[in-house]
């Protein structure tokens, strides 16, 4: 089941600089919100606190009312976060399913000693990791690619291939930085069919730092804009496209909210 993640009163100030000011919502399980505003808004920022990369300078995060904020992202797999980024950070001269296998590894049983020594169930376990990455690119249409080098498939390619490796992770709550940009037309509408898969058939709950207000309108339950590191509106993507405010601070004229 999809995680509940609740965000309450998030501050983050670097050297005397507010980057994010009393940031806060919540997220029902199994539903998809948009984090959207302009450049310098926070979403990023916002991201790398919920996800441990940032430790904000005041608030609470809550997944599954549980709070995990200052957790390392390696202990918030372990609450069901997994991540992907705007500028995929694969290996590029290892296989795609090497790169895919990664995401996996939190899950593998034993320590250092039994790794080394080969111990029966830790290559079972290998063994079941692997089948279970080669049956997720396939389901991704990326089966074809097992084999090849990650620096021989494109951009596009690369940010499926860290979707893939995110999702190794068993998460219940994903969150997508940017995972349109640089997509083709048709890499983009795969991309929406995903998600609302991952929300539909895996029950997960997803949020998505995304720029394109098109896509967002037709992925996400409800929207979060942000402005200067405030929240300043919350709602469908319909009624942050007609507010007066959103239309000022991000989409510039009302024809752009179309």
Known sequence: ????????????????????????????????????????????????????HYRPSSGS????????????PARLVHHGLARTFQHPALQLHASVLDNVLLGGHTRLPGDAVSWALRLPYTWRAERALRD??????????????????????SHGLHKSIELCRALMMHPSLLLLDEPAAGLSHGEVEQLIATVRRLRDEDDMTIVVVEHNMSLIARLTDRVVVLDHGRKLMEGTAAQAQ???RVIEAYLGAPDAAA
């Open 242 to 244: 007609a507010d007066p």
């Open 132 to 153: 279970e990455a080669v049956e997720l690119l396939e389901r991704q249409g990326l089966g074809w690619a097992a084999r090849l080098s990650a620096d021989e498939l």
């Open 61 to 72: 995060i809550l997944i599954d009312g549980v709070e995990v904020l200052g957790q390392s």
């Open 1 to 52: 089941m999809g995680a509940r993640l609740t965000l309450d009163r998030i501050s983050l100030s670097f050297g005397g600089v507010h980057v994010l000011q009393d940031v806060g919502f919540d997220i029902e399980p199994g539903s998809i919100l948009g984090l959207v505003g302009p450049n310098g808004a926070g979403k990023t920022s916002l991201f790398n606190c919920i996800s441990g």
